[in-house]
């Protein structure tokens, strides 16, 4: 905890001692060759590190993204674990470039804290996870109930609001990261644990007995989650929210990581031709890119729906559906402005 | 040679004051330098204050302390006074003040008396006494608070039966769970506040007694029992009155309702954990001073009171700790400093301490980075102080005085 609290104070330190932050993050990331994007400490399904010790999951696979759009190697990434409580101060005081860690946008993130949202890459709800035998079946029936919670998230507002909307009482048990939340669940020291549905569902899957515990139906809250970057730096704003919205498209014209190469050379829909750079538009140059700035993040890791299934889709331990963050064309909601 | 006599320093009498004299005079050097050091530190505090001043600028944001009004929306489990979701931001941090507050006097409390005890327990004769507390000592000033507090967060939450599965212990008096203690509350009646009246009343009568007692062993040189008298003094009314009143007084006693127990005093571990990894180790820290004290007093001290025929209950009262204190209150001091200090790592276990609420959640909430340190660092501040300056009266109670 005092290592946090030292980002903390290291972050408001930053302020007084840093020279100001100027506003082309493009720049500095070129002339530092590598990009470098916070994540949470640990996730699963989300952001988590493998064998090798290199950041895999979801969130850092679109940190890795941007990286080959702007800099040619997806591999030229640097993760920062940033809690819930340190992200901010992170990404505000320039250690930072962007953050991806499933942060819900908010009205006060966006327009207070001075923050511009990528656009949603994860459509998400507050849930709860109960044991089985407790005997819950709805979240109205945890009046009393102990409950975790991780601090310095929407999650902690959401459930204070809940619980007095419905006139119930609880006992909040603040913890700081996901694995704290799962050590206490588990030994039985809160009845509940809250957080996005996804994360539920990633936190049962690492279970010994998943099928021991429930996620209650109840979604308490809409937690449109995406990665953002410091107000003020529109051009590093667009490069983020493009590189997102290409790989949406790409998934949209059936572009993948295995023939976007090929496709750039003989497909003659003008969409893809555009989304490829195979036009002379020069769409990259116009945000300080190249004309590939697209291909390269689409052969990092694929296009959103690879993404999506690598990490969370239903093969993976996590096995959650598309639901909601389906193509709009399959009912969905990930709709991608027009490349043009 | 007139010429060689004007080279010397000192004052030079012709010519008044010359501009060099600032650094080759010796009486005007070190205002020169002293000067110059003040212009350095001067401009570097304000290139930082400027530099905040033009980050915040860029960053859009605005140095205001105005979100302290607003609503702070988040729950907190342990609150002294009264607070919902609804109330302000700086209700909060009076909510997380006070919660700091309760686990540094109640942690600086426990730590004396085993830091006392323990200290003394390391001088006895008896040789196993002596080495337990040796390795207890060692043991705690050598790991970092910040682990015992997680080991004993750890070890109520993974060793202690869930609320469903425990049994109250003692007749009920203690129900120990996996989330916290509980013991029965005390619900006041009628006549409670007579009961309140008269111990106050007790207390002053003691106090009178005592200064009575004093003078006349001054005057008559009989020594009265005073501890024992003043303890019915304060006692025995209170008792009396108690029972004829008819016990105005009723035990709430917990019971097991749906998730948790309800009823009687809730004790979270949190704050348990927290107060008592605290209070252990600053107890090893203070049995050292109290060792050093004690031992700091010169044999021949206890020797010449034993001669003048004091016993040795007196020996220690009147002549060994009066002594002793004049060298254990001023690291006392500093182990109640860093109590208070150590108390910020409170979040480990999720216990909300200022830290937690206004430097936690608040300030994640808000993006007041900026101010919400300032008003953290100057609470700290001011607490330090307080405790600083009530122990130094103290320290001046009892230090030597010279006439």
Redesign the interface.
């Known amino acids: ?2 290592t946090k ?1 030292l980002t ?2 290291l ?2 330190a930053a ?8 506003a082309a993050t493009l720049d500095d990331v070129k002339a530092k060759d590598f990009l470098q994007c916070g994540v949470s400490t640990g996730f699963p399904g989300f952001a988590f590190t493998d064998d090798n010790g290199d950041w895999q999951g979801f969130d850092p696979a679109f940190c890795r993204a941007v990286a080959a759009a702007v800099l040619g190697d997806a591999s030229k990434v640097k993760f920062t674990p940033t809690t ?2 340190t992200r ?2 992170a990404l ?1 005081s320039g250690e930072i470039d962007m953050l991806a860690r499933n942060t819900t946008e908010t009205f ?2 966006d327009v ?3 923050f511009t949202f990528a656009p949603v890459n994860y459509y998400d709800g507050q849930g709860f996870m109960v044991r089985k035998d ?1 005997g819950v079946d709805s979240a109205l029936g ?5 409950i975790c919670i991780q ?2 998230t929407t999650t ?2 959401n ?3 809940y ?2 909307a419905n006139n119930m009482s ?7 990261t996901n694995a704290e939340a799962q ?2 669940y588990l ?5 509940a644990y809250t957080t996005d549905a996804s994360g539920l569902s990633a936190t049962r899957s690492a279970f010994e007995n998943p099928d021991d515990h429930i996620v209650l139906p109840e979604i308490i809250s809409k937690e449109p989650l995406g990665p953002l970057v ?3 730096d529109d051009q590093w704003a667009d490069i983020v929210k493009w590189t997102i919205l290409a790989l949406i498209t790409a998934e949209e014209v059936g572009v993948t990581a295995g023939n976007a190469d090929q496709m750039k050379a003989d497909s003659t829909d003008p969409n893809i031709q555009r989304l490829l750079g195979a036009t002379e538009d020069n769409y990259g140059a116009m945000f300080g890119l190249d004309n590939d700035w697209a291909l390269r993040a689409i052969k990092a890791g694929g296009n959103y729906g690879e993404i999506f299934a690598r990490y969370l889709g239903t093969e993976t331990p996590l096995g959650i559906e598309r639901g909601v963050n389906a193509l709009w064309t399959d009912g969905g909601l990930m709709y991608a402005a027009p490349i043009r | 040679m007139t010429t060689a006599t004007q080279i010397v320093d000192g004052p030079v009498d012709s010519g008044g004051f010359r501009l060099s004299q600032l650094i080759y005079d010796s009486r005007y050097r070190s205002y020169t330098i002293q000067v110059i050091a003040m212009v350095l530190f001067m401009v570097a505090v304000g290139w930082l204050v400027d530099n905040v001043i033009d980050n915040f600028r860029d960053l859009g944001k605005e140095f205001s302390f105005g979100f302290l009004f607003q609503p702070a929306s988040y729950d907190i489990n342990q609150t002294l006074i009264d607070y919902n979701s609804q109330s302000p931001h700086w209700r909060a941090a009076v909510v997380g003040i006070l919660n700091t507050l309760l686990i540094a006097v109640l942690g600086c409390i426990l730590a004396t008396f085993l830091g006392v005890a323990i200290g003394v327990a390391r001088l006895s004769k008896n040789w196993l006494i002596a080495k337990l507390m040796t390795i207890y000592i060692e043991g705690f000033r050598n790991v970092p608070v910040l682990l015992w507090i997680l080991l004993f967060s750890t070890a109520f939450s993974a060793l202690l039966p869930s609320p469903r599965q425990t049994e109250p212990m003692l007749a009920g008096f203690l129900t120990a769970t996996n989330r916290g203690f509980y013991v029965p509350a005390t619900i006041w009646s009628e006549g409670a506040g007579l009961l309140a009246i008269l111990f106050l009343v007790s207390l002053v009568a003691a106090w009178i007694f005592g200064r009575w007692a004093t003078a006349r062993q001054e005057a008559t040189g009989e020594i009265l029992p005073i501890f024992r008298i003043r303890l019915a003094i304060i006692f025995l009314p209170v008792l009396a009155l108690f029972f004829l009143l008819g016990s105005p007084m009723t035990l709430d006693f917990p019971e097991l309702k749906g998730f948790n127990y309800q009823g009687g005093l809730y004790i979270r571990s949190s704050f348990m954990a927290l107060w008592l990894a605290l209070s252990l180790y600053t107890a090893a820290f203070i049995a050292e001073n109290v060792r050093a004290g004690i031992q700091a007093i010169s044999k021949g001290q206890t020797e010449a009171a034993y001669s003048l025929g004091l016993p040795p209950k007196r020996t220690m009262n009147l002549v060994i700790l009066p002594q002793a204190l004049r060298i254990i209150i001023p690291p006392l001091i500093s182990q109640y400093l860093n109590l208070t200090k150590n108390s910020s790592l409170a979040i480990a276990v999720g216990y909300m301490d200022v830290t937690g609420t206004l430097g936690g959640i608040t300030l994640n909430q808000t993006g007041k980075e900026m101010e919400c340190l300032i008003l953290l660092m100057g609470f700290y501040l001011t607490i330090s102080l307080l405790i600083s300056g009530v122990m130094n009266l103290y320290n001046n109670a009892v230090s030597l005085k010279e006439r």
């Open positions: 905890m005092k609290l903390l104070a972050g408001t302020l007084a001692f840093s020279a100001t932050a100027n819930g409580k901010f101060t505000a006060s993130r207070d804290l001075k407790l945890l009046s009393s109930a102990t601090t310095g902690e507002l459930l204070a609001d619980f007095r609880y006992e909040p048990v603040p913890v700081e050590e206490k030994a039985n020291a809160c009845d410091r107000q003020g």
